[in-house]
């Protein structure tokens, strides 16, 4: 009666372990799935960030060089037509770029780029009031320069931030 009995048990001891090993590997397999899936959905999110600076890095430096033309444009009729249209077309690509970017920026790269939007805007509204002959106290070229030479520090401080962000080295972010 022994003999029957070790086999049976035998037997069914060979089918849970065959059975158990079988659910282990199903699991350790659903655990390699789920952080590959992870994974993926990580750098598809570093993805959309780098995108997302890269545009708004654009911008800012489109939208400050377009300033700073239209600046150097004051009182030369012939050029300020084609400038004035390209500081409205620049403005308008940051403040869409920038609109899109309040969506996905972590807070710390999003604190960076309010201060240059802000001073963007701040040199923007000087340097428009100069055009148009009604500059308020302080609106003088010399304080649009200063406000544009700020801005590009300002530009180069969030850029720092948005590679420190992305993992990439400080070191190397110059200009």
Do not use: F, K
Request: hydrophobic share 40%; glycine share 10%; aromatic share 4%.
């Amino acid at each position: 009666m022994t003999a029957p009995v070790a086999a049976v048990v035998g037997v069914v001891g060979t089918l849970l372990s065959a059975l158990l090993t079988q659910r282990a590997a199903d699991r350790g397999r659903r655990r390699e799935q789920e952080r590959a899936e992870r994974l993926r959905e990580r750098r598809g999110e570093v993805q959309e960030r780098w995108v997302c600076y890269v545009a708004l890095n654009t911008a800012g430096r489109q939208y400050l060089a377009a300033l700073t033309d239209q600046l150097h444009a004051l009182g030369r009729a012939e050029e300020l037509g084609s400038v004035r249209q390209r500081l409205t077309e620049a403005r308008d690509r940051y403040r869409d770029v920038y609109a899109e970017a309040q969506m996905r920026l972590p807070q710390r790269v999003l604190e960076h780029a309010g201060r240059v939007s802000h001073g963007l805007g701040t040199v923007y509204g000087m340097v428009r009031r100069l055009d148009a002959g009604v500059p308020r106290q302080g609106d003088v070229p010399a304080a649009v320069q200063a406000g544009i030479d700020a801005l590009w520090e300002r530009l180069r401080e969030m850029r720092r931030e948005m590679r420190a962000d992305l993992g990439v080295s400080r070191a190397d972010s110059g200009r």
